[in-house]
């Protein structure tokens, strides 16, 4: 297969028609366990997604200017976030991969990471690295941003905010950037913040789900109801290999 599937394709041809936006358009992405859990005991990464389904968020990957996770997942996992399962594309094809933005007030995210690596590589794209609390701004957060820095990263700041204007916030900055799409991927606490607040924030939500069970020690998240008043509907249901896709689209 050259090019994304259609089902997926299908969920954003309508963003292309939406006038200029201040804020990208949000896809909340990531898999979960039958039990609704995305990772194991003790944060343990584990492989849900089986490969139809990883090759589709690969696909997922290609459709979005930038992938963004929490600095909980770029410490644990150590991910790369870019398109490497698909088939190769012609030499002169624009470049697949999304960009990786990583919210990390402390800038922990190791110099050494696959995400650095793979930018030096050519393998992906430069990551952004989003900072967000001012209080955290001292000799030691400059050294690691000149760290960072010196690695390839690009860090940017994010003016302070409470905890719910947080993320909106964020949306504008990244806007403001260039970032029109954006796929959040995780982790737990990211999933929680985007999902509470959903209804103004996120466009499209996609679960994979896994025929597995990871039980009570797993790492779960939290989302509000489902209050189809402000519009959450189910666009996309279908089998993937042996895995469940589950779209919602919020209504313009
Ligand atoms: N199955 C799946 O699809 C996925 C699973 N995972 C799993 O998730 C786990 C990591 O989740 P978790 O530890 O919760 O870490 P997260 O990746 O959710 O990162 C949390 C961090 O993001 C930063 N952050 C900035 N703004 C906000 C905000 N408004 N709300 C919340 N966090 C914010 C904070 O870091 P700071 O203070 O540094 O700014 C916070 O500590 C791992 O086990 C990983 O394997 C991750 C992705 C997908
Ligand atoms: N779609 C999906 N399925 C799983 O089973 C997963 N564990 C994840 N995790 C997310 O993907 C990141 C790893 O990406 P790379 O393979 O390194 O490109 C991981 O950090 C989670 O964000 N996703």
Redesign the pocket.
Known sequence: MANPPEYLTSLFTSYAAEPAETRPFVTL???QSLDGK??GAGGK?????GPE??L???WL?TLHDGIL?GSG??L???????T?LLPPAPADAPDRNPRPIIIDSRLRLPPTC?LLNNYKAGTGRQPWVVSSEPSQRDAEWEARRDALTAAGARVLLLPEHSSAARIPALLTLLRAEGIRTLMV???AAVISAFGACATTCVNTILI?T?PRLVGAAGVGYEMPEQDDEHGFHTVETRLVGRDSVVALRRDA
Do not use: C, Y
């Open positions: 992405t990531f898999a995305i990772a990464q584990l492989p849900l997604s389904s990883m589709m968020t690969h990957r996770v997942t770029a644990n996992d150590n991910p790369q976030l870019n490497r696959k991927e995780g982790g994979t896994a």
